[in-house]
């Protein structure tokens, strides 16, 4: 035996040895693994996120900054800070909360509650005080040490600061070209609730730009003006990583904010909006309606938080706007040049043209006007009106072949939806009515009607009619009463009275009587003086619930074609009819005679 597994498990000092190979090299030991060796599972761990150093942790001394977060811990009042974000009336809450103390805590709600460390930036600049302790969707911000002094000269002590934070903090790649891109379109919106940059408050904008006019288009040659799938979605996926460009939160009148986009497309293809929260009566679709009437760009999406801009292949900017503008214009006047030039070289030359000279007229305006003159008469052309009438015939006869056809159609799903409808049927059996029976008397019939009628809980039947659902329901009433009451929304009596038996000879019951309601009618039946709840409910001479829904579609469905196919049949009869009016008027017979045959006519058409 050249190869043997000899394996050791178990050696002292809790050591394992690998399963050894007799007969192979070290090589094939090295590639080849035993069914019951594991491989090592590679463990990935989270990364853990660096922690933000606070302004408060910097400025504030280690003991101090101590007793402040376990007094805040302690807090249970607070400000709201809603949708709208740190508005002014927040700012005087907290001011107000510290003039009795020194700690005033807010908490937050969307948007703000999803990014606290920006939310911590807005409060420390808005307030000038240092938030000195987080938690959840609350923080709690302290007025300072020098708080009397600010509140006299009514300054805070962080209004100089730059508004993205922190002084001195190192801002990204990403943060400083998205800075550079919106550098120029207008005041930002401090207040954003997302990472930085901040986008510009398009709500600051003016309304109305004096001699605002939407950019010039031009298609580009060869090419498709609208966007293919592949275009939209590759797009859309762009404007996913793009930084927010634009806060908005008015319906009506953005000229500035068109006129900021055009601005913005010069440098990006797509310009990115984000709806305010909290602020009433704002309409997206009004929003992106008006920037698309205004811009010309193209809608790539549309919703509660966002309106993405694309400006289109169509697009020019203005320097290269102006250049074919004043392209087209000069050619325009080099074209007008040589069009004078042509008139005058053609307005100095006379030529002068004899008929005499053209010795033949084959093929001339002369040769056709000479055979109208000599051989007009012997062509018997036909009137207009009866050119007309055969076109107009024509059309019938067409018109007519196109009604058959459907009426053809109609004619086929009719007859697959009875075969259908046979099928389904054949596996319905009726139960007979036993003649041996119970017997009511007046009185008792009008003491269970009585009953049901005072009742609260009914059985419905519904568009599928009785099927082994309704009666195993019926058998569940009885179970607690003694009478049942099943409505039914069928309008003819006689549907209703059809049904009543169909459900008595199911379900073994008496038919108690019939009432109208003010919707449908109600049937009451008894259960009877002998009831015994059988043991099965189900019954095998019924259809199931999905076979009652299919027989109900099938007959709604063979009512309406037959409906329609009524509707083929009288137009094709009243086109027949036109028909053979058209054809008696275009070969000469009279209106008396046509109205003596006119019967005769349309029975044989028929």
Known sequence: MSKIVRSIETLPGNQQQSPVVLGSSDSDDANKKLPWVREEKVVRYRLKKDKVVTQAELVLDQDLLERLR???????????????????????????????????????DLPLCRNMDRAREIVELKTGGLVVWTWKDSLVVYRGCNYEVAKNSGISNMVDDDIYGIPGEELSLFQREGDRLLEG????????????????????LPEVVPGYMPPSRRWPPYGRPQLKDTELTSLRKLARILPTHFVLGRNRRLQGLAFAILKLW?????????????????????????????????????????IILYRGKDYLPSEVATLVSERETEIRRCHLDEESSRKKAADSVHIVVDPSLNSSKTGTLYEFWDIQN???????????????LEAEKANLERELRIQERKLFILEMKIENSMRELTKLNSEWVP????????????????????????????????????????????????????????????????QVIYTAKSLEAESGGILVSVEKLSKGHAIILYRGKNYRRPQKFHSENLLTKREALQRSILMQRIGSLKFFAHQRRQAITNMRSELVWLSCFLYGISSLFIHKKKKKILSVLH
Not at 282 to 303: F, H, I, P, S, Y
Request: hydrophobic content about 40%; overall charge positive.
């Open 374 to 388: 000599k051989f007009g008469g012997l062509v018997k052309g036909k009137k207009e009106n009866e050119l007309q």
């Open 70 to 108: 376990a007094e805040a811990a302690r807090m249970r009042i607070w400000v709201k800070v809603k949708k709208l974000g740190v508005t002014q009336r927040v700012v005087d809450e907290i001011k107000s909360a510290w003039e009795t103390n020194e700690l005033a805590m807010a908490k937050f």
């Open 266 to 306: 010069q440098n990006s293809n797509i310009a990115k909006i984000a709806i305010k929260w909290g602020v009433p009566n704002t309409d997206n679709e009004q929003m992106a309606n008006e920037l698309k009437r205004l811009t010309g760009g193209v809608l790539l999406l549309r919703n509660k938080f966002f």
């Open 431 to 494: 139960t007979e009515n036993d003649a041996d029976r119970e017997i009511l008397t007046d009185e008792e019939r009008e003491c269970f009607r009585k009953i049901a009628q005072k009742l609260r809980s009914s059985l419905v039947l519904g568009r599928r009619g009785v099927f082994d659902g309704v009666v195993e329901g019926l058998y569940q009433h009885w179970k607690h009463r003694e009478v049942v009451k099943v409505i039914t929304m069928q309008r003819t009596f006689t």
């Open 185 to 204: 379109l207008g005041p930002r919106f401090v207040d954003w609730w997302m990472p930085k940059p901040l986008p510009v408050d398009a709500d600051l």
